[in-house]
């Protein structure tokens, strides 16, 4: 481990891979690029200090280099034990960016690393998941004083902040940039379903086409991975609890059952419904022989893994990422990742092109809330259809793309409620 006042990272001699991957992100994330040089001007995060708590990765470099670009100050740590790029870390820290971060945290020492980034005394809080700001609300209520605001990255984050905004526990607002258009048609649709992927490839190289690929849970992330697996070749089956995501399935061509039934002829599972025990004992003792599950949820609580421990007699790593389970029965199971998200752990996380809009996205609104979140109540925002709208333009500028625009007369036409047959 390499400590100073302000890193802890894991080894700092890779710092010179961590800065190429680095450069490779910021290549391709143009809408960001397009904002720090107006930032760069500007400084419109002058004087803020912001505590982040978001992956460690080659696209969140580029995100904290705009955000002190833009004025602010960071200290950060990642939002997953098993998610931080190390390499990544070590050229943030080289760089003298404030950075506690390092791949294979246990709990202790996560939770350390978000606190030893409050002791920049936060005047913004950044999130993915909510781990920093409940641990503000939670232990340190006092470190909430100077803070204006707090972002929030991902669906079970916002979901945790909106419970807590309506109970009125928020101590201060939060943007939820999550439920941006831009962030999670894209992100969470494309992103995760190439990463996840990535994820299940890297740590197992399993052939996809001619399986049957699992997908637990049909919202934005299940959509995509479901598309992508079918894709590959995949006989995709998604399990869902709610009516409306599984008919959504059904009319996208996929079968739906019950995860008990699904159970005896899948070869591939992945959760992605940010809820606890989707996948438990009952399930594995029914699983065929070989089968793989994952996750690219959240957290790693969608499959109980106590309760595969509890199966196994013997448990060993077949390459990274891949434990399998040999169970009493003499059947293995193979556990990626340990059940943290797969795209994360065991791949590089959501591409740079799509990080482009989701960290535009977070940079918006950490401008927004320095420039105006004194003035706002203590409950979640949501990012503004014009930041919306904003943002996608920029991002086909970017891209060097031209759309149409109406004329005037179809203006005129769009808004003229007596145009009939
Ligand atoms: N979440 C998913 N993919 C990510 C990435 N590449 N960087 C940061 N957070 C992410």
Redesign the pocket.
Known sequence: MDVSDTYTVADLSLADSGGLKVAWARSRMPALAALRVKAEKEQPLAGQRIAGC??V?K??AVLIETIEAAGGKVSWSGCNPLSTQDDVAAWLASEGYDIHAWYGQNTEEFYQSIDRTLQINPTLTLD?GADLIYRVHSKYPQSAENVIGGTEETTTGVHRLRAMGEAGELLYPVIAVNDASTKWDFDNVH?TGQ?TLDGIIRSTSVLLAGKTFIVAGYGHCGRGLANRARGMGANVIVTEVDPIAALKAIMDGYRVMKMDEAVHIGDIFCTATGMKDVIVGRHFDSMKEGAIVCNTGHYDCEINIPDLEARAKKIYTIRENNEAFELKDDRTIHLLARGRLV??AAA???PSEV?DMSFANQFLALCRLAAEGDTYENIVYDISEEQDRELAELKLIAEGISIDSLTSDQLAYFEDYSAGT
Do not use: K, P, V
Request: charged share 20%.
């Open positions: 978001l992956h990765t696209e969140t993915d992103g990463s795209n994360l590089e996380g959501h990080m």
